[in-house]
């Protein structure tokens, strides 16, 4: 059973609007969750994170929404620009010492 | 700060062989240390949990005999794959936590294996 799902497999954004990437989980003890970035044959890259005691986390271009009700959040990157193309994780954790459960992995392409 | 590398970036070995990816933090202490899976077009698969001096904890469906884990420092952790298969042919990604209840993971870059 998937614990942590990101729905959409892939994005198509056009350059300087609005992407906004998707996560559901099922886990109500997740108490932080995370996004990752990945390139090709690249280890992913910490982007931001969210504590479960905020709804809002804002780094520049990056925003993540936590809605806890729903168990879902949301990461919006504005504007978009080409160089975020690329596959976004989402994953969550409970305590500090279990391993990150992460999704599937949604492919943002930034169109030109 | 926060930085992993792993070495070899790429290895190209035998069917039989065995195959040794290091993982090291490079600027910070990491008492957990984690190794991952990744198919093509796949998300990352979790195989195994390493604590510095301590044994791996292995998830369900990886061998630990094939797979060997070791955290023998808190800036290195080693897989070594064991009489290693085509099948075993895939990206393999370590990550690393800082320890005092820190959530986020750092990964390294990857180490592409590639069993003929």
């Known amino acids: 059973d998937q614990q942590v799902k990101q729905n959409s497999p892939s994005l198509s954004v056009q350059e300087g609007r609005i992407s906004i990437l998707n996560c559901d989980y099922t886990?109500?003890?997740?108490?932080?969750f995370l996004w990752y970035k990945k390139y090709p044959a690249e280890g992913p890259t910490f982007l931001i994170s969210i504590s479960s005691i905020k709804d809002k986390n804002e780094d520049g271009r990056f925003t993540v929404f936590l809605n806890k009700s729903a168990k879902h959040l949301s990461l919006h990157i504005v504007p978009s620009q080409p160089g975020d193309s690329a596959v976004y994780f989402c994953?969550?954790?409970?305590?500090?010492?279990?391993?990150?459960?992460f999704g599937k992995g949604t492919r943002l392409s930034v169109i030109a | 700060g926060a930085v992993v590398s792993q070495h070899p970036s790429r290895v190209i070995c035998k069917s039989g062989t065995s195959v040794k990816i290091e993982c090291r933090s490079l600027d910070f202490q990491a008492t957990t240390m984690f190794w991952y899976r990744q198919f093509p077009k796949q998300s990352l698969m979790l195989m195994a949990t390493s604590n510095e001096g301590s044994k791996a904890t292995y998830e369900q469906g990886v061998e630990k005999d094939k797979f060997l884990i070791n955290h023998a420092s808190l800036t290195l952790s080693t897989l070594t794959v064991t009489s290693a298969h085509p099948e075993d042919s895939s990206f393999y990604i370590c990550s690393a936590r800082r320890g005092g209840g820190w959530y986020e993971q750092y990964f390294g870059p990857g180490t592409r294996l590639t069993v003929t």
């Open positions: 994953a969550a954790s409970h305590s500090g010492n279990t391993p990150l459960v």
């Open positions: 886990n109500s003890m997740f108490d932080y």
